[in-house]
């Protein structure tokens, strides 16, 4: 996947000027904002739809490892602790995949967000294993992996799941979590290659920037 907006700028350019150029954050975001900052199907390649939200019962993690404990409580959570508006979106390209989602949560300052962060980033290196339970299909054990996350926003991490058992065998899962300024950045992919995962993050990363004003940096 090759975002758009790079033939212009590398990356590492476009987020110099941004945090140069952006004030700094003078109120909470709306989820208002936080849509119009979300990635739309005209900013994907061809192929790609957008899928309706499903509300229906989600899977559930668990673990008996201490370490675990708040790798799980993030995975549950309908929401980011803290977070004060949200917005998500989920595209899928086709049968042969990949499913991208993509969710924004905004904290009440740039201080709670970068604190926020910072326990994603510990929770996802942690934990190594857990069971998911799938509604109406059984159980999964999940080895939980953390691996090389694109390098956009700040404090960037993610970790792969793969399910080793049960109704699922055999599926990734990779998740990437990051920070502009107040705004969390998580990004969920199955089926996707690492241009798909570096490519998407990229496009909301500077989408979230163009849109909020927001530097990666700050």
């Known amino acids: 996947m090759t975002p758009k907006s790079s033939t212009t700028a590398s990356p590492t350019s476009a987020a110099t000027t941004s945090a140069s150029a952006t004030a700094p954050v003078t109120h909470p975001r709306t989820a208002k904002e936080l849509t119009a900052a979300l990635l739309v199907l005209k900013d994907m390649p061809s192929g790609f739809s957008v899928q309706p939200k499903d509300n229906g019962a989600q899977p559930m993690a668990s673990s008996t490892a201490p370490s675990c404990a708040t790798f799980v409580k993030l995975s549950n959570a309908a929401h980011l602790p803290g977070s004060i508006a949200s917005a998500d979106r989920s595209f ?54 953390s691996v090389s996350a694109p390098q956009f926003g700040s404090d960037p991490a993610a970790a792969r799941m793969t399910m080793t058992s049960g109704p699922a065998s055999g599926l990734e ?21 690492p241009d798909d995962i570096d490519g998407a993050t990229q496009l909301a990363v500077e989408k979230v920037q163009t849109t909020l004003g927001a530097s990666s940096k700050a």
């Open 92 to 145: 899928s390209g086709g049968q042969n995949g990949p499913e991208i989602d993509e969710e924004l949560d905004a904290l009440k300052s740039v201080d709670a967000a970068t604190g926020t962060q910072q326990n994603v980033v510990t929770a996802l290196g942690s934990c190594h294993s857990v069971k998911l339970a799938i509604p109406g299909a059984g159980t999964s054990d999940v080895k939980v992996e």
């Open 173 to 193: 899962v990779t998740m990437v979590t990051t920070r502009v300024e107040d705004v969390e950045l998580a990004m969920t992919f199955v089926g996707a290659v």
